[in-house]
């Protein structure tokens, strides 16, 4: 219903009431009215402009002239309405056809980005490769056999070797490892077979039960944890490496996660933390060896050291170097600083991959295992094998050396733990586990007193009597990695349940 003037009986254009009579009026027509006589022309009773309310209306739809009515003003009306019509229509296409000459020239200009885009990505991929192909020979000729007429350098039982030309193997890169292993011999033999006083005692850690336990670390898209090691400084620093192509650091006692590493394209199966620097590493199938800086939460090096995935890392005593496996059956030892390869063998008559490797703890020999059951010891300095271990069947998946360097614990996908003395060079103890038992992580604590174990489930001996002194079961998933807190004070593991576990008293 709309709105009629009391006095124009027409729709007005800005109505208003008077609050005297309640009538609706115009509000031009009443203000003249006021203005002469003063007062509300429906009742005569006083009324001023300040009295008059608006009131709120859309726009008002006004009736048509009664000249508009007659069927020829409404012809001419209908005229007026289609030449408006067709005026509108013409600018319509007129702004289409510009509109769709504007998209063809961003499409035409979108092209030509995608094909700048594809030869700058060809162009920084080819540069890549020389890179990659440029760095290794920047530490060492390309590796080539040895020619028969030629002495060959013969490991254990005189089997030949294959040694890559080097020049960054040094006699003063030699000069310091045989420095650095003279202090740590040293070093053990003042310590002698005393235990440290903070140690805890085997009848405390069989207490120990889980006493935290997180699994936000990795992506649960692509679960599991691989990898893992503590800072050996300040073992409240955790780091483990996912699934989820990501490397990890953790702080224990915060409870929160100090960086989340990224540049691995594929899972990273091997982590380190450096003793004395804000700096890790890890290795993954992509065959690189990364070292980042934590505090940055950056990449500061890609070593690429192997042609095939990278499956164990060792970090040597000084800090300064790393000894890496790979499915390529060569082991290489790189400077950490330049990310050159000081050196690269492999033993040519076996031809078989490496699985794992690890630094003996004087850093002058180092073992290997490899896919056919094989433990090879290894001399640094003379780059040849001098030992070999058999005795398990099924790949090596996991080696560990003892504290005291005389001890050195195996693990193989024979659900078998053995242990050889490296003295005699003989397996004095083999530990045979549940059927099934998949060994993954062997790691001795710094006294070397225990020798924990991950994979099925996590056990503890202890060493000498070599008796079980804990089992947990509490991870759903495979253990990959174990390993104690300053002075056995506490024990954590991380598993293919993407879950990083703590346990102590």
């Known amino acids: 219903m709309s709105l009629v003037c009391a006095i124009s009986n027409e729709v007005p254009e800005h109505p208003c009431v008077s609050p005297v009579s309640n009538q609706v009026f115009e509000r031009r027509l009443i203000e003249k009215y006021i203005a002469e006589n003063g007062t509300d022309p429906?009742?005569?009773?006083?009324?001023?402009?300040?009295?008059?309310?608006?009131?709120?209306?859309?726009?008002?739809?006004?009736?048509?002239?009664?000249?508009?009515?007659?069927?020829?003003?409404?012809?001419?009306?209908?005229?007026?309405?289609?030449?408006?019509?067709m005026l509108h229509s013409f600018t319509l296409r007129q702004q289409l056809q510009t509109t769709r000459q504007e998209l063809s020239h961003a499409l035409y200009q979108h092209d030509a980005a995608c094909r700048v885009i594809a030869r700058l990505t060809k162009e920084v991929t080819a540069a890549r490769e020389a890179?990659?192909?440029?760095?290794?020979?920047?530490?060492?000729v390309a590796p080539q056999a040895v020619p028969a007429s030629q002495p060959t350098a013969a490991g254990?039982?005189?089997?030949?070797?294959?040694?890559?030309e080097q020049v960054g193997m040094t006699p003063e890169i030699i000069q310091k490892l045989q420095d650095k292993a003279t202090i740590l011999t040293t070093e053990r033999k003042k310590r002698g077979k005393t235990v440290p006083e903070e140690l805890v005692r085997a009848e405390d850690l069989s207490k120990y039960r889980q006493v935290a336990s997180h699994a936000g670390l990795h992506s649960a898209s692509v679960p599991g944890i691989l990898s893992l090691d503590l800072c050996p400084s300040d073992t409240n620093k955790v780091l483990t490496g996912g699934a989820d192509k990501n490397v990890v650091v953790f702080d224990k006692s915060e409870e929160q996660i100090v960086a989340t590493l990224k540049g691995h394209t594929k899972k990273v199966t091997s982590v380190i933390y450096h003793p004395s620097q804000s700096v890790v590493f890890s290795a993954s199938p992509d065959t690189t060896i990364r070292v980042w800086s934590v505090t940055g939460g950056?990449?500061?090096?890609?070593?690429?050291?192997?042609?095939?995935?990278?499956?164990?890392?060792?970090?040597?005593?000084?800090?300064?170097?790393?000894?890496?496996?790979?499915?390529?059956?060569?082991?290489?030892?790189?400077?950490?600083?330049?990310g050159r390869v000081l050196t690269k063998v492999t033993d040519e008559s076996a031809?078989?991959?490496?699985?794992?490797?690890?630094?003996?703890?004087?850093?002058?020999?180092?073992?290997?295992?490899?896919?056919?059951?094989?433990?090879?010891?290894?001399?640094?300095?003379?780059?040849?094998?001098?030992?070999?271990?058999?005795?398990h069947s099924g790949p090596v998946t996991s080696i560990a050396f003892s504290e005291n360097g005389y001890y050195l614990a195996t693990g193989a996908q024979d659900s078998s733990l053995k242990l050889w003395d490296l003295r005699k060079l003989k397996n004095f103890k083999?530990?045979?586990?549940?059927?099934?038992?998949?060994v993954k992580s062997l790691m001795f604590d710094q006294s070397g007193t225990y020798l924990a174990v991950g994979g099925s489930d996590i056990r503890?001996?202890?060493?000498?009597q070599w008796s079980e002194v804990l089992n947990f079961t509490d991870h759903t998933g495979l253990v990959t990695g174990v390993a104690f807190g300053e002075n056995a004070q506490f024990l954590t593991s991380a598993g293919m349940d993407r879950s990083l576990k703590f346990y102590s008293l």
């Not at 006004?62 to 030449?83: G, N």
């Not at 890179?131 to 060492?140: D, H, S, V």
Request: charged share 20%; net charge negative; glycine share 8%.
């Open 42 to 85: 429906m009742n005569g009773q006083p009324l001023s402009e300040e009295q008059l309310v608006d009131i709120k209306v859309s726009h008002p739809i006004r009736p048509k002239a009664p000249s508009a009515t007659s069927i020829p003003a409404i012809l001419k009306s209908l005229q007026d309405e289609w030449d408006a019509v």
């Open 131 to 140: 890179l990659a192909t440029l760095k290794p020979q920047a530490g060492l």
């Open 460 to 464: 503890v001996y202890i060493c000498k």
């Open 156 to 164: 254990a039982g005189g089997e030949p070797m294959e040694i890559s």
């Open 351 to 391: 031809g078989c991959a490496l699985t794992c490797a690890q630094f003996h703890p004087d850093g002058l020999i180092f073992g290997t295992g490899t896919a056919d059951s094989q433990i090879k010891i290894w001399d640094l300095k003379e780059r040849t094998n001098v030992a070999n271990f058999p005795g």
């Open 430 to 438: 083999t530990i045979n586990l549940d059927n099934n038992y998949e």
């Open 298 to 338: 950056n990449c500061v090096q890609v070593v690429r050291a192997h042609e095939a995935g990278v499956t164990g890392l060792s970090l040597h005593a000084t800090g300064d170097y790393l000894l890496s496996s790979s499915e390529d059956q060569y082991w290489a030892f790189s400077d950490i600083q330049t």
